[in-house]
C-alpha cells in the first residue's frame, strides 16, 4: 500500500513538473510548416497561415475563416497582377522607343555626311 502511495506521489511529481516543460515547447513552434506563421495571442501560440487577420474583441481572439482568407488573398493577387500587366506594358513601349532611337542611330552613323560637311572634307 505504501508503494502504491509513494508511486502516485512520484507520479503527480513527474506531471506537475512536466506539463511546464511542454507548455514551454508548444510556446516555441519550432519548425513550421511551409506558408505557416506562429501568432502568438495572450499566453496562448496559435499557428496559422501567413497573413491571416486576427480580431481580439474583448477576451475573444477570432482568427478570419478560410473562406475570407482565401478570397481576400485572391483579390490581392488579381490586383498585384493587374499591376504588373500595367507595368509590363509600359516597360514594352519603352523597349520599343529605344529600339527605334537605336536603329535611327545605326541610319545615322551608315549614312554620308550631310552635303556640307562632304565640302568640308574635299578643302582638307
Known amino acids: 500500500m505504501r508503494r502504491k502511495i509513494l508511486l502516485f506521489i512520484l507520479l503527480m511529481i513527474f506531471v506537475v513538473r512536466g506539463n511546464p516543460?511542454?507548455?514551454e515547447a508548444k510556446d516555441d513552434?519550432?519548425?513550421?510548416p511551409p506558408?505557416?506563421?506562429?501568432?502568438k495571442v495572450g499566453s496562448a501560440t496559435i499557428i496559422a497561415p501567413e497573413g491571416i487577420e486576427v480580431k481580439k474583441i474583448a477576451d475573444?481572439?477570432?482568427?478570419?475563416?478560410?473562406?475570407?482568407?482565401?478570397?481576400?488573398?485572391?483579390?490581392?493577387f488579381k490586383s498585384r497582377m493587374r499591376d504588373l500587366e500595367v507595368r509590363e506594358e509600359a516597360l514594352s513601349e519603352e523597349l520599343g522607343d529605344l529600339k527605334k532611337q537605336i536603329e535611327t542611330e545605326k541610319r545615322n552613323i551608315n549614312q554620308p555626311s550631310a552635303p556640307e560637311n562632304q565640302e568640308n572634307l574635299q578643302e582638307l
Do not use: C, H, K, T
Not at 60 to 76: G, K, P, T
Open 21 to 23: 516543460g511542454i507548455v
Open 29 to 32: 513552434p519550432g519548425d513550421l
Open 35 to 39: 506558408g505557416m506563421e506562429a501568432i
Open 60 to 76: 475573444i481572439v477570432q482568427l478570419e475563416s478560410l473562406e475570407q482568407y482565401v478570397a481576400r488573398n485572391f483579390v490581392d
